[in-house]
């Protein structure tokens, strides 16, 4: 019997990061379905408008986007009910101690600095795969 692959929504308007991640996220030794958008109106439009079987079981979210932060999103989420359930973690080459606090406030589960290293980038999409 297969295991159904997880969904995880990918949140990042960097296309060199939001492809790096991806490809590391597919090369985890777990079945995964990820879809992308590229902004925070993006993300929401696709979480209030996607079918069941495509509801993330993660969203990975840059934190410094165009339209709308990932701090802004995260405020959004945390106010919908079902939308707050959903595990989110903040993906940024921010090391702003404040903007972490304030994700970690708003409900993210984790906030990583996008790495500067092959064997960083495996290291954190794994993490992130633990989460699952």
Known sequence: MTENPKCILLVDDDQDDHYALKEE??????PLQIKSVYNGMQALDYLRNCPA??????IIMDYNMPVMSGAQVLAVL????????????VWTTSENKAEKVECLRLGAIDYFIKPRSV???ERIASKMVELL
């Open 53 to 58: 079987e495509t509801f993330p079981h993660l």
């Open 25 to 30: 996220l597919l090369r985890q030794n777990i």
């Open 119 to 121: 064997e960083e980038l």
């Open 78 to 89: 945390d106010e919908n009910k079902t939308l707050s359930m959903v595990p989110v973690v």
